[in-house]
């Protein structure tokens, strides 16, 4: 039998616009019509859309929490070391509840730091029940570090700078035994068959260039070329990635990972802020999606990139929390605003409107994740929807006005009524349905501050280790 809503307003999402006073039915996890209601129905006073997609997140602390509030990345991610999660399940479960919570039907996991507690088939595991519970679709990677665990070079010109406590506290902690590149793809394929879903794909997810070697790479295009299974990995995010790269890979790097076979549509790059014009041509042409990660960016001084002209000339874009947000609350809506707002044109001249830029980061988002469908309310489409409150989306609106243009005017989190995935309501009235989230937060709160207190040496060699990396950077792929 189908269920069904009642909207004021809906949209379709394929560039049709708006339908007003809708009835959306779905059966099965699909959507099997989109009617108008007839004179005299009862709609609620809301706006119904293709549910967000949160297309790049590590589904961990934010930064603030570890005190990397005013940090470069390349400390933010040294210091994200002091805080592996004491329990898997409590903090994905979190972060997957807060997407849902803020309109996202679909959540990539590119899972940069195993808590160390259980093995990593367990661990993805874990994480996986995390999402069933929560009801949203995710995508989740290991990321693989192979090489440069501390600086993007020899750590020795780090570790050296040090007292002999301070390098074998830090050492204890970030140069460990690197998993070779057969390993990881088997790690991958093992994770896949335990935890792979209708709702959870299980993609390859080398951490970036930089820390992945050559082997390792070519590794994971070939399978990926021979499987058809997705890629996700960071690209160019900051400009001493960018000097590297250039020192490493003198032909462009670009042009390597397209030499191996890397470049294809089954490749998504977060960030890629430092991407020459030429490269941003080749990503184009390969059908590479980029997913933009603009408050992340702007905590940890990374800068805004070429999403503009990465559009304009054919790249996906698609739109990612990378586990901070402007806020550091998850809140998609808002970020989606503020690229928007950035990104989105000067004076007369446009490089999208409103709703394009909807359905574009939707569409890519769904790419990216591995989600069926292109994220459109059609009949035969997965019933992945949010529902808003028009009410409050109105407030004090004294001419009628679209929608949309209220959405990206005034929209955050607080405005999502319910979300549906695949048809079942994953949120309601604001309230996640699968689990409770205040307590899920409180409880691994708890468990994090008891946790802290194994790492007070690593807190008292932290300023010495934060120097030398800094002079470190400063020496070898200064930006100056």
Known sequence: MDSQVAATHLLVGDGRGLVTNAILKHEAGTISAIDTAPAGHASAHSLVMPAFVNAHDHARLAGAAIGSCDLPLETVLPRSGFGAPPDPYLGAAAALARSARAGCGAMMVHYTRPSGTMSLIDEAKEIARAARDVGIRMAFAFAVRDKNPIVYGDSEGVLSALKPADRQTIESLFVRRTMQPRDYIELTETVSAEIASPLIDVQFGPAGVQWCSRPMLEAIAERSATTGRQVHMHLLETPYQRKWADQEFPGGIVHYLRD???????????????????????LAQSGVRIVTNFGSNLH????????????????GIAVGVDGRAVDEDGDIIREMRIVQMIHGGTGFDRTWSREEFLSLTIKNGRRAVGAPGVGVL????????VTLDMERLERDVLIPSDPIQLLFARGNTSFVKDVTVAGQTIVS???????????????????????????????TSWGPFEKAVREWYKGHVSCE
């Open 260 to 282: 191996i076979g890397l470049l294809s549509e089954r490749l998504t790059v977060a960030h890629c802020i430092y991407a020459h014009p030429g490269e941003l041509e080749l």
């Open 300 to 315: 940890t001084y990374t800068g805004l990139g070429p999403i503009a002209a990465a559009h304009k000339c054919g790249c």
């Open 378 to 385: 059609t009949p035969g489409s997965p019933a992945d929807f």
């Open 429 to 459: 009235d604001g309230v996640l349905t699968g689990i409770d989230l205040p307590a899920v937060e409180q409880e691994f709160r708890e468990k994090y501050r008891a946790a802290n207190a194994g790492y007070s040496q690593h807190w």
